[in-house]
């Protein structure tokens, strides 16, 4: 039933987006109620990091899908992590989602009170970011990632370097440090990959609520539930339904990344069109003695979205299939 209802909230919400209908968010509104009135779920509070690693008795999970023991795997620590430990920096994140984190006061780093520094640019943030991302000075498996050069291990100037990031940084979010990234094949991974969570629902309440209804106290209460599992401070009060919309479409930002929800939520938001029509950018830190400096660079250009990809073609074969009463979508031939 959870499962069911949780579609039902992702599905309500996004048809609701303004890709789509906008008049229909008091209905996703009410979709995602609808799981949290179950009464069965909450926020798992043994930690952000650990939340993907605990696939058992775990009150936040609404829809998982587990890994058969004993059964071969992709690994995800072999996969994803830095080429100095001789992984292979599969996903990395990008500096755009690095510059998104808040300071740990809550504040965006654009704010010139926030207290970011960037000279150091890792301190005091969101607790999410050190969950999330591996970065120059990073503590790993009781050792230290350096992504500076000349030199540093994790860098291209260190072992396995054909597998070094671009970006400068490695993922961490769902790693389990206790599995080997060596040799890793025959020892089975238990993280769970989750398709539904609690806080999932929160947030599409939250926003959908907003748009509804306006902040009432109803969306504070959703959104600051899930800032308090990470150890942020709440949102500031009196938020205007516009600065509260650009908070939580923040939040999802953060507290999801990397759980295939942003690809989908810029195009329903319909901001694909800024946000994926500039460089995927990372970061180039070199050290001088014991000084590092850190510099913006594109890690990646050409990156290229178009008005008519906020919708897929439809094939051939179906507009066929309906006697040509289908019309494709504008944009295609």
Not at 152 to 178: A, E, H, I, V
Not at 182 to 211: K, M, S
Not at 216 to 226: C, H, K, L, P
Not at 228 to 245: C, F, N
Request: net charge negative; glycine share 8%; aromatic share 12%.
């Amino acid at each position: 039933q959870g499962a069911a209802l949780a579609l039902k909230s992702r599905l309500l919400l996004y048809a609701a987006s303004p890709l789509y209908d906008a008049a229909t968010w008091q209905q996703a509104a009410d979709a995602a109620n609808a799981v949290i009135k179950l009464h069965k779920y909450s926020l798992f509070q043994g930690g952000y990091d650990q939340l993907f690693l605990t696939p058992d008795n775990n009150p936040e999970i609404i829809f998982e899908r587990l890994y058969t023991h004993g059964a071969r795997h992709v690994c995800m620590e072999i996969a994803n992590g830095p080429n100095g430990y001789d992984a292979w920096g599969g996903n990395t994140p990008l500096q755009n989602l690095v510059d998104d984190y808040e300071m740990s006061n809550g504040k965006p780093i654009t704010d010139p009170t926030s207290g970011y520094d960037p000279t150091h640019p890792y301190k005091n943030r969101d607790p999410r970011f050190y969950q999330t991302i591996l970065y120059n000075g990073a503590p790993y498996r009781g050792d230290t990632v350096w992504t500076y050069t000349p030199g540093g291990k994790d860098s291209k100037d260190g072992p396995s370097n054909w597998n070094t990031s671009k970006t400068g940084y490695y993922l961490k979010k769902f790693m389990d440090d206790n599995l080997p990234i060596e040799n890793p094949w025959d020892v089975a991974g238990t993280q769970p990959w989750i398709y539904f969570r609690y806080a999932e629902i929160l947030l599409n309440y939250a926003e959908a609520e907003n748009e509804a209804a306006g902040p009432d106290g109803s969306v504070y209460d959703a959104v600051n539930q899930v800032r308090a599992r990470a150890g942020m401070p709440d949102l500031p009060q009196g938020l205007s339904q516009s600065a509260m919309r650009k908070r939580i479409w923040n939040e999802r930002r953060v507290e999801l990344a990397f759980e295939e929800d942003r690809y989908y939520d810029v195009r329903r938001w319909k901001i694909a069109d800024s946000v994926e029509n500039v460089p995927a950018y990372g970061i180039t830190v070199t050290k001088s003695g014991s000084t590092y400096s850190y510099a913006t660079k594109v890690a990646l250009d050409g990156r290229h979205f178009e008005d008519k990809q906020y919708w897929l073609p439809i094939p051939r074969a179906e507009i066929q299939a309906s006697d040509n009463k289908l019309k494709q979508n504008p944009g295609y031939q």
